[in-house]
């Protein structure tokens, strides 16, 4: 029963997280909404006792990925909103939506494509089995070195897509707060700086 409850609690923040980050105009509160989503994905690695998991999703999405794109939204400063309207690259919205169907087709093709597996755990959408479930585990293999194992070699596919949206994030970060319409930024030479 707790569980449940703190499964429901956990998926209320990961949805209201993400709806902050799509919905929300500001990109600072929109980082803000992603570091919630991302701490209540946590929790839910807790509840599945992935401590290591858990642990990674903090210190590095929420600790330094997000506080790279404050960075980012930071340099390169917000005066203004966007106006939605104006559209600097012809066709982007097309390709984004064409984009966001393919990723969601390769969540679903993963989900239901993948099948139940056997007795070594499910099917990856590599079609290769876990291997972790099969192998003795002994004192001198840390946990880390299967988990290597098996998110390189059974999930590769996952990971890569999982690089990829990230430096999608972060080329995206970057499209939102440019600073359209500013001057450049002049850098002077050393020594040559007058008073």
Not at 7 to 28: M, R
Not at 136 to 163: C, G, H, I, Y
Request: zero cysteines; hydrophobic letters at 60%; a negative charge.
């Amino acid at each position: 029963m707790v569980d449940a409850i703190v499964f429901i609690v956990a998926g209320a923040i990961i949805l209201g997280g993400a709806i902050g980050v799509i919905a929300s105009s500001h990109p600072v509160r929109a980082a803000l909404s992603l570091i919630a989503s991302f701490f209540g994905v946590a929790v839910l690695f807790i509840l599945q006792e992935a401590h290591f998991l858990a642990l990674v999703q903090v210190v590095v999405y929420a600790g330094a990925i997000v506080v790279l794109f404050l960075f980012v939204i930071m340099l390169l400063g917000v005066d203004s909103s966007d106006d939605l309207k104006f559209e600097p690259l012809a066709g982007q919205r097309a390709a984004a939506v064409l984009m966001g169907g393919l990723i969601l087709a390769l969540v679903l093709g993963g989900l239901f494509l993948s099948g139940p597996g056997g007795d070594d755990g499910a099917v990856a959408l590599t079609g290769q089995q876990s291997r972790v479930g099969s192998l003795e585990l002994s004192e001198s293999q840390a946990d880390v070195d299967l988990l290597a194992d098996d998110l390189f070699s059974r999930n590769a596919l996952a990971f890569q897509a999982t690089a990829l949206l990230l430096t999608i994030a972060t080329v995206g970060s970057v499209v939102l707060v440019r600073n359209r319409g500013a001057e450049d930024l002049v850098v002077d030479e050393p020594g040559t700086a007058t008073n």
